[in-house]
C-alpha cells in the first residue's frame, strides 16, 4: 500500500543552523509534493509545491528537493530562527485520487 | 481576505449526543475536504468534495459519520451518535482544485465525554 513517512518525530537544532526534515514515500509516484507547516492549535499551512520533474525549489529562506530515485524529499531552512519552530508536514498526491496523503509530520524546536 | 471558517473552535459534549462541525471554505475554491488529525494517526482525509459533490468518502470511518455540502459556501461534518474515540482535531479546508495547495482552518477540538 501507499505510504508516506516522515523519518523524525522531532528535531532540534541551533538558532542560525540549517534545519534538514525528511520525507519518504513508498510503493506509488506521486506527481508532486508538498510542505505544510502547523503550529499548536492552528491548521497546517502551505510554504512549497515541487513537481516530479522538479529537482529543487526555493522560496526565501525554504529549500526543498524532489529525488524520484530515492524517492525521498528534504525540506531545509537555511538560518534557523525560534520562530521557525513548528511542526512540518509534507504531503503528496495519491495514485488515482484527486486529493492529497500527508505524512505525520515532525517537530522542529529551534534553540536560541 | 477571509481564509477557510470553521465552528465551533471546540466542542465537548456527552457519548451519544449528536455533534455538528461547520465549515465556510474560500470564495471561488471549488474542492472541499474534511481531515481528522490526532497525535497517533496524524491527519487523516475523512472525505472530499468537489462542486459540491462528495468524491470519495472512503476516510469515514464509520456510518456515524456523515457529511454534506449543500452550497459552495458550506459543509457539515456530522457524528451521530458520537463515542469517545472520536475526539480529535477536526479541520476543514479548500482549494482551487483537488491538487492545488489547500488552506486549512484552525479546526474544531472535539471531546467526547
Known amino acids: 500500500s501507499q505510504k508516506i513517512e516522515q523519518n523524525s518525530e522531532a528535531l532540534n537544532i541551533q538558532e542560525g543552523k540549517t534545519a534538514t526534515l525528511t520525507c519518504n514515500y513508498t510503493?506509488?509516484?506521486?506527481?508532486?509534493l508538498q510542505w505544510y507547516r502547523q503550529d499548536p492549535g492552528r491548521g497546517p499551512v502551505f510554504l512549497l509545491l515541487i513537481r516530479e520533474n522538479e529537482k529543487e525549489k526555493r522560496k526565501e529562506r525554504l529549500k526543498v528537493t524532489f529525488d524520484t530515485t530515492l524517492k525521498q524529499s528534504l525540506f531545509h531552512i537555511t538560518a534557523s530562527q525560534p520562530a521557525d519552530s513548528a511542526t512540518y508536514l509534507c504531503?503528496?498526491?495519491?495514485?488515482?485520487?484527486?486529493?492529497?496523503?500527508f505524512g505525520t509530520g515532525t517537530r522542529l524546536t529551534v534553540i536560541p | 481576505d477571509a481564509g477557510v471558517i470553521q465552528s465551533p473552535r471546540h466542542e465537548v459534549t456527552e457519548m451519544g449526543q449528536e455533534v455538528t462541525l461547520r465549515c465556510k471554505p474560500i470564495?471561488?475554491?471549488?474542492?472541499l475536504f474534511w481531515y481528522r488529525q490526532t497525535m497517533m494517526r496524524g491527519l487523516e482525509l475523512l472525505i472530499y468534495?468537489?462542486?459540491?459533490?462528495?468524491?470519495?468518502d472512503s476516510g469515514m470511518p464509520e456510518d456515524r459519520f456523515s457529511a454534506k455540502m449543500p452550497n459552495a459556501s458550506f459543509s457539515t461534518l456530522k457524528i451521530q451518535p458520537s463515542e469517545p474515540r472520536d475526539s480529535a482535531v477536526y479541520f476543514c479546508?479548500?482549494?482551487?482544485?483537488?491538487?492545488?495547495?489547500?488552506?486549512f482552518g484552525d479546526g474544531t477540538r472535539l471531546s467526547i465525554l
Open positions: 468534495f468537489n462542486n459540491n459533490v462528495p468524491i470519495d
Open positions: 510503493n506509488y509516484s506521486p506527481a508532486y
Open positions: 479546508a479548500s482549494s482551487i482544485t483537488g491538487f492545488q495547495p489547500q488552506h
Open positions: 504531503a503528496t498526491d495519491q495514485t488515482g485520487a484527486n486529493n492529497l496523503f
Open positions: 470564495s471561488g475554491h471549488n474542492s
